[in-house]
């Protein structure tokens, strides 16, 4: 069974420049998670989607941040424009369901340096 | 809200040697909480998970971890490491919104490290 998918896995960009990442979780998985997780801190939670309705949203930084799940299926992740404390490595995740195992599936991130 | 403290950013052994990862949780209710690993540049993976069924858990490559709920823990441990261990270990508790959703929440890390 093919994993979550992300792309780009690095970027670099300047300040007040725009990046988008991309991410194509399992087949099947209705939820979708997008977390930031910065260096030396545990994973936090940006946007949760159930098939293509957003569940929670309430950390995603809405002036600078966007997300979209299309179709309920693939998503993308855009910040426009980017500041330096964005620097991070962002990452998905899906499940089948709502967490009644508590078992999310990752993908290996996308590593977003902003100079 | 729910929350977890992981008690120690690094903990170093030497191989062979017990594992203690240790996590103390906040909870208002009788919380899910689950261990996971993210090795160098690989995802995070679940280890193992705490349901409400046996207190002790076991999850894969020899990992364990035991749920008390009078010292609000969920410590990880393994009787002996490998060099193949060494990876950031998240304490993760799962929160529910009040739309009835769940997410997790996860710890700030600790990181293994395995000397031969």
């Known amino acids: 069974e093919a994993g979550v998918a992300q792309s780009p896995r690095y970027k670099i960009i300047e300040k007040r420049q725009s990046v988008a990442f991309w991410c194509n979780p399992i087949?099947?998985?209705?939820?979708l998670y997008w977390y930031q997780q910065i260096l030396g801190q545990g994973p936090k939670l940006l946007i949760q989607f159930q098939n293509n309705g957003v569940v929670d949203d309430s950390q995603l930084p809405k002036d600078r941040f966007s997300a979209e799940r299309l179709k309920g299926v693939d998503s993308t992740l855009k910040i426009q424009p980017a500041k330096l404390e964005d620097s991070a490595v962002y990452l998905c995740a899906s499940s089948p369901g709502q967490i009644n195992t508590g078992e999310l599936f990752f993908g290996e991130g996308s590593r977003l340096t902003v100079l | 809200a729910q929350s977890v403290t992981q008690l120690d950013s690094h903990v170093s052994v030497s191989e062979g040697t017990p594992v203690l990862l240790r996590c103390n949780y906040s909870s208002s209710y009788s919380p899910s909480l689950f261990w996971y690993v993210q090795h160098p540049n690989k995802g995070l993976q679940l280890l193992l998970k705490?349901?409400?069924?046996?207190?002790l858990v076991k999850g894969i490559n020899g990992f364990e971890a035991e749920f008390k709920k009078s010292e609000t823990s969920f410590h990880l441990t393994k009787p002996s490491a490998h060099m193949s261990d060494a990876a950031e270990y998240f304490c993760v508790v799962s929160d529910r919104e009040d739309t009835g959703f769940q997410k997790l929440v996860f710890g700030t890390g600790t990181r293994l490290l395995v000397s031969p």
């Open positions: 705490y349901t409400s069924a046996a207190t």
């Open positions: 087949s099947g998985h209705a939820t």
